[in-house]
Antibody
Framework: EVQLVESGGGLVQPGGSLRLSCAAS????????MNWVRQAPGKGLEWVSY????????YYADSVKGRFTISRDNAKNSLYLQMNSLRAEDTAVYYC??????????????WGQGTLVTVSS | SYVLTQPPSVSVAPGKTARITCGGN??????VHWYQQKPGQAPVLVIY???DRPSGIPERFSGSNSGNTATLTISRVEAGDEADYYC???????????FGGGTKLTVL
């Protein structure tokens, strides 16, 4: 059974940093690209960042570029999101999601339960 | 950047058919994927490649995509279908994953 378990969320002051983790199990983690997607309270889904299976390709949403860093450790079956210079508007539930590619498109077939990040003084 | 537009809400009586639209410029040239999100839960993929269903998703869920509109259709709606639904595409011109704003489906 595919499982994705996020951790590392919490309360942080504006300008602070936080590192999110996503532990994967039930599939060959090193064969799949992964994404982070977030959802502000009461709002819709927003894509945050993408990393390919070998970490050779990385993309970021404009809203986090230069502040967030995505990475992965295939030996530990783990995905990470280092978040620096946090702002109030970064407050959200952060989901990790497994990515599938085919037919010239990408989609997310499995999602974790999410971890809440609150940026507030 | 590419924009997807969904109606904020759709209401339907039990047993009837719900149609949730997702509008975008020439969206018919892209593959559209749909997610269901119930309160307090993570999103779940219900349709991919416009009209394919993952295993475990009831046949009542179907999708179509043409022109400037993609549609998620839920037949014989049940109370358990009440949720937020999001459409998603990958914009290859900008390497961006784009979500629609979401539609809240209310079962009357």
């Amino acid at each position: 059974e595919v499982q994705l378990v996020e951790s590392g969320g919490g309360l942080v002051q504006p300008g602070g940093s936080l590192r999110l983790s996503c532990a994967a199990s039930g599939f060959t983690f090193s064969s799949y690209s992964m994404n982070w997607v977030r959802q502000a309270p009461g709002k819709g889904l927003e894509w945050v960042s993408y990393i390919s299976s070998s970490s050779s390709t990385i993309y970021y949403a404009d809203s986090v570029k230069g502040r967030f860093t995505i990475s992965r450790d295939n030996a530990k079956n783990s995905l990470y999101l280092q978040m620096n210079s946090l702002r109030a508007e970064d407050t959200a539930v952060y989901y990790c999601a497994r990515v599938l590619y085919g037919g010239g498109t990408y989609y997310f077939d499995y999602w974790g339960q999410g971890t809440l990040v609150t940026v507030s003084s | 950047s590419y924009v997807l537009t969904q109606p904020p809400s759709v209401s339907v009586a039990p047993g009837k058919t719900a149609r949730i639209t997702c509008g975008g410029n020439n969206i018919g040239s892209k593959s559209v994927h749909w997610y269901q999100q119930k309160p307090g839960q993570a999103p779940v993929l219900v349709i991919y490649y416009d009209s394919d269903r993952p295993s475990g998703i009831p046949e009542r869920f179907s999708g179509s995509n043409s022109g400037n509109t993609a549609t998620l259709t839920i037949s014989r709606v049940e109370a358990g279908d009440e949720a937020d639904y999001y459409c998603q595409v990958w914009d290859s011109s900008s390497d961006y994953w784009v979500f629609g704003g979401g539609t809240k489906l209310t079962v009357l």
